[in-house]
């Protein structure tokens, strides 16, 4: 069964050799643990930069994460926990970069905005604004949020009554965290005087955030008005941040510090270097919906304001629950990623959150459906079709294949299975640059289906070994599995691996470019049985285990 439905084949337009791809997630806070939404952010970067990697192999593919360290949260946590806060930074980061490693995450940079290399490009960044009198000093009072470190103003707040205490609060509508009322004197990063440029930006340019729902929702915002921002904070009150230069204080505001990262890891400031070669503009940020207002007005702004280059494509993605409700650690149905991966893999996880996940809404987790997933779709859809064509009853001689080019008999028949796989590299591409990760996984599947429906219905067990249609049915199985396999790189870089190697595709031949020679000259070990299979049966672990929340779920 393929892939129903209108879709538009869409891929971006080739740059210069001389920019890498640069794509990132967002630099993680480092007040509490990594969690799973921290790591569906990961592997979805991850799976984009991995995909470029094959897609265009002429030039570089850099992907970055990290950790923010400043701001009020971080203080007051060491100070609870009678730590420095550097050491309290220091411990907790180097969790995020083991997670990042432990999910096989190939980044080519991770930053720390303790960093000195990024305090000098924080300052030097804060110095370009104030030489295009961007910023002033001035007293401010607003509705500040402890949670979020920002004012907001009124029109993004809203009453809810909290459950606990039973009495009204007032809470940012993005995030859902308490504001309070400030007063204080900092200094003013002048937003509003950007507004036009940012309406013009957003109504040219309508996939500058993705999905379209977030672009619209920018957009209406940036319509309705803006206030100045306040980028800083009284140094009294706020100790644990980055100087602002020249002045002993104030501290410069958490959000620029953490936003700056990204010019950070491509090799601000350039001096006389190129941006191009460090990556900037970035291809693709990907964050959280909670921080839309920070990366989608803020971070354009600063960068309109110091005159530098905006990034391509702003790539929001939604949140995980479980059993439909916001993972919270007092609910105590908190995932805990590292547990996930060791009792699973990593290949496993990362296959289902981003089959899984979804950008415009929240995905559930479920560990049943984890297994449900391993089970059908790695198993036995792609892992029991493999098998079956190395079965000695179906062998191909090395002297047949090489005769073969195309099908021979039955074109007519094989017609629409043969257009769909030479059109399937651009369809998965298309879902690729779009960061729709669950349909180019669904895309696949549904082509292993249809291979497999080929075969059974075909039964070139019952034919005679020199049969042209024998031939013909085994030749477009093994590409079927050989361009899913070059594909499946982005997801499954591991087991794709092996199941090329099991197939007998040259290393060499594993690029975006092979995929689209849809019969390109290969000799396949077809009757040739392996050693292992390459997914193995699995015992759920959730029939092992009496309760999730013992194994997984952090108490």
């Given amino acids: ?65 990290g950790t923010d360290e400043h701001g009020l949260k971080v203080q007051t ?31 080519s940079h991770f930053i720390r905005t303790t960093n000195k290399q990024h305090v000098a490009a924080v300052q030097g960044f804060w110095n370009q604004l104030k030489e295009k009198k961007y910023i002033e000093f001035q007293h401010h009072e607003g509705w500040y949020s402890t949670s979020d470190e920002t004012f907001y103003p009124e029109s993004a707040l809203q009453r809810i009554v909290n459950e606990k205490t039973g009495e009204e609060e007032l809470v940012s509508t993005e995030t859902g965290k308490k504001v309070q009322w ?23 340019n309508p996939n500058f955030v993705q999905p379209s729902i977030y672009h619209n929702q920018v957009l209406s915002e940036l319509k309705s008005g803006l206030q100045d921002l306040s980028i800083s904070r009284p140094r009294s009150r706020l100790s644990w941040g980055i100087p602002v230069p020249n002045d002993d204080f104030q501290t410069i505001y958490v959000w620029l510090d953490a936003l700056v990262n990204y010019l ?3 090799g601000y400031p350039w001096n006389s270097s190129d941006p191009a070669s460090g990556g900037w503009p970035a291809d693709v940020h990907i964050i959280g919906k909670d921080i839309v207002r920070f ?6 702004a600063f960068l309109m304001a110091a005159g530098l280059p905006l990034p391509k494509q702003i790539l929001v993605h939604s949140h995980w629950t479980m059993n439909k409700v916001k993972m919270s650690k007092s609910l105590g149905n908190v995932i805990d990623p590292f547990e996930l991966i060791k009792d699973y893999g990593e290949e496993i996880v990362k296959y289902y959150l981003l089959k899984q996940g979804r950008l415009t809404s929240d995905s559930n987790f479920e560990i049943e459906g984890l297994e449900k997933d391993y089970e059908h779709d790695l198993r036995r859809n792609l892992g029991v079709l493999t098998s079956r064509i190395q079965s000695k009853k179906l062998y191909v001689s090395e002297e047949v294949q090489k005769e073969w080019t195309s099908p021979i008999m039955g074109i007519e028949k094989h017609q629409e299975y043969i257009n769909h796989l030479s059109q399937l ?3 998965c591409a298309a879902y690729a640059h779009q960061g729709q990760m669950h349909a180019f996984i669904e895309t696949l599947q549904n082509t292993l289906r249809s291979a497999t429906k080929l075969l059974q219905e075909s039964e070139p067990w019952n034919l005679e070994s020199n049969s042209p249609a024998r031939t013909d049915v085994l030749m477009l199985t093994a590409h079927t599995l050989r361009i899913c396999g070059i594909l499946f790189q982005s997801v499954i870089p591991q087991k794709s691996s092996e199941l090329l190697d099991q197939l007998g595709v040259p290393k060499g031949n594993r690029t975006f470019k092979d995929a689209k020679d849809t019969f390109i000259a290969t000799q396949f070990n077809l009757g040739k049985k392996q050693k292992n299979h390459l997914f193995q049966k699995k015992t759920p672990a959730s029939t092992i285990n009496s309760s999730i929340s013992e194994t997984f779920i952090k108490s």
């Fill in 264 to 266: 950070t890891v491509a």
């Fill in 1 to 65: 069964m393929f892939l129903k439905g209108p879709f538009k084949v869409t891929i971006p337009t080739l740059q210069s050799l001389s920019k890498p791809f640069l794509t990132t997630t967002p630099i993680f806070y480092v007040n509490a643990a990594p969690h799973l939404g921290h790591l569906y952010s990961l592997v979805l970067c991850d799976s984009i930069a991995r995909f470029q990697k094959i897609f265009r192999t002429d030039r570089p593919v850099f992907s970055s994460t």
């Fill in 295 to 300: 990366h989608c007005i803020y971070w354009p």
């Fill in 182 to 204: 400030s007063s204080e004197m900092n200094y003013h990063f002048k937003l509003s005087s950007l507004r036009s440029r940012l309406i013009e930006l957003y109504e040219q």
């Fill in 425 to 427: 590299p651009d369809t």
């Fill in 77 to 107: 946590v060491a100070q609870e926990q009678n730590k420095r806060p550097l050491d309290l930074c220091t411990e907790n980061s180097q969790r995020f970069q083991n997670l990042a490693v432990l999910a096989n995450t190939a980044y």
